[in-house]
């Protein structure tokens, strides 16, 4: 079972401050497939702000739980899941309109980094560069 929770739930679209408000979740079952992830931080962004107001691209369904970055630690497993551990950390992974990334300042470390992390997990790279002259 999963540890109870509380969350920032809008079951509406609308202005933030009159649409979420605080609700503490139960306990659920951890099914085979299932990762509980305790989350240790997530930032709010605008974007966070615009699917709650229902004007971003891609809206989720409600009642819905808002955010999409952050680190979480990963608390229990469903008994099918394989290269995962309680203890190990990890982002989330929306869902997403295809395999495909785009980056700027690509010629940076980082920026060949994630080419080679892209490349690795099968996921098609755009890479943006400036030119110098």
């Not at 819905?64 to 203890?87: D, K, N, Q």
């Not at 980056?103 to 940076?108: P, V, Y």
């Amino acid at each position: 079972m999963s540890p109870p929770s509380t969350d920032v739930v809008n079951e509406q679209q609308g202005p933030p401050d009159s649409v979420t408000r605080l609700v503490e979740l139960p306990p659920v079952e951890i099914k085979e497939n299932d990762v509980c992830v305790k989350m240790l931080a997530a930032p709010i962004n605008p974007s966070d702000f615009n699917k709650i107001e229902g004007v971003y691209p891609v809206r989720p369904q409600v009642p819905a739980v808002g955010g999409y970055e952050g680190v979480g630690e990963v608390h229990s497993l469903g008994s099918a899941v394989r290269g995962l551990s309680p203890g190990d950390w990890v982002i989330p992974c929306p869902p997403s309109f295809g395999d495909s990334i785009v980056q700027n300042g690509a010629t940076s470390m980082l920026g060949q980094c994630i080419i080679q992390i892209a490349r690795a997990q099968g996921i098609r790279s755009i890479n943006i560069i400036r030119d110098r002259w």
